[in-house]
């Protein structure tokens, strides 16, 4: 029996609901936060996305990136990767993405298989 557009997103609204309660994201939220609250990080991160973002109009408009700007551009990254709040956020992210990737992938399984499994079925096993 097909399903409408309705049924789907009702399903995926509840999906939504059970990964928000998964502890990646609450380990995830948690690490953005103490990331936000933390001056030094958040100045580091706002320098180098600056940094980036120079760099990156400098090289479009065909001047090319200095020595000393790529060192400056790396003191940066190094004093980021050293933070440990930084560092927490970045395996946080890393677990988040892989839940998100898992969940990704298993919505996909049935249109990958070239059939559509009706709901409440399982899957033949081989």
Do not use: D, K, N, W
């Given at each position: 029996m097909p399903v409408d557009t309705q049924q789907i997103l009702s399903e995926a609204e509840k999906l939504g609901?059970?990964?928000a309660q998964h502890p990646a994201v609450a380990k995830y939220k948690a690490a953005q936060k103490t990331v936000a609250d933390d001056p030094d990080a958040g100045r580091l991160l706002s320098e180098f996305d600056r940094q980036l973002e120079t760099l990156a109009?400098?090289?479009?408009?065909?001047m090319p990136v200095s020595d000393a700007q790529?060192?400056?551009?790396?003191?940066?990254?190094s004093r980021i990767v050293s933070n440990i709040k930084v560092k927490a956020l970045n395996l946080a992210q890393v677990e988040f993405i892989d839940l998100l990737r898992k969940v990704t992938q298993t919505i996909q399984r049935?249109?990958?298989d070239g059939?559509?499994?009706?709901?409440?079925?399982?899957?033949?096993?081989?």
């Open positions: 609901q059970l990964v109009r400098q090289e479009q408009s065909g790529r060192s400056q551009l790396e003191s940066i990254q049935p249109l990958a059939q559509a499994q009706p709901a409440g079925s399982s899957r033949p096993t081989q």
